[in-house]
């Protein structure tokens, strides 16, 4: 199993989610439903809203029963958010050097598949994916791949209108 790196904007990205505060908040139903869209649409038993922060990936919205985060070691997001532009896809995670060992894929939820588009806020940072899973390896089309990508963008909008930064402190 590899290890996400880091991204270069690390602590400006940090530093916005801190600013948000957002992590560990209540349930929503505009991102509940937006995942079951997202399942819906890419036909996945699993979709989720990950938000990465230093150590963990928590999970605004999850069809996971029980699992509301995990280490960001182990998170595919955290591979996910390097590249904000680029939606990531693993078709067979048994396949793939950086997760063949990966605890998520070898125990539950037994990730095969993965796809995940970054969460890029106004500012440019990448906080977190929204993302479907698969305990079969497939490949998303083309449709599906400009639907995961726009279902980021709502959630990158709707995070930013529900949760507007704190200002910076002086």
């Known amino acids: 199993m590899l290890s996400p790196e880091l991204p ?3 602590i400006d990205r ?5 600013r948000l505060q957002l992590l560990d908040t209540p349930p929503d139903p505009v991102f509940n439903e ?6 819906s649409a890419l036909e996945v038993p699993h979709a989720l809203i990950s938000i990465v922060d230093e150590t963990r ?3 605004k919205a999850s ?3 029980g699992m509301d985060q995990t280490g960001r070691d182990i998170s595919f997001c955290a ?3 390097l590249n904000p532009t680029e939606l990531m896809e693993v078709e067979d995670a048994l396949l793939d050097a950086r997760f063949w060992d990966n605890p998520l894929v070898i125990g539950e ?3 095969r598949f993965y796809a995940g588009a970054p969460i890029v806020l106004s500012n440019g940072h990448a906080i977190g994916t929204v993302c479907v899973i698969d305990t079969k390896p497939h490949a998303l089309t083309e449709e599906q791949a ?3 990508r726009a279902l980021a963008q709502i959630a990158a909008g709707e995070i930013e209108r529900q949760y507007p930064p704190e200002p910076l402190a002086h």
């Open 34 to 39: 937006l995942i079951e869209y997202a399942a």
């Open 109 to 111: 939820p037994h990730i």
């Open 79 to 81: 591979h996910a958010i």
């Open 63 to 65: 069809s996971l029963p």
């Open 146 to 148: 400009m639907i995961l």
């Open 57 to 59: 990936q928590w999970f």
């Open 14 to 18: 940090i530093a916005t989610l801190q």
């Open 8 to 10: 270069a904007n690390e």
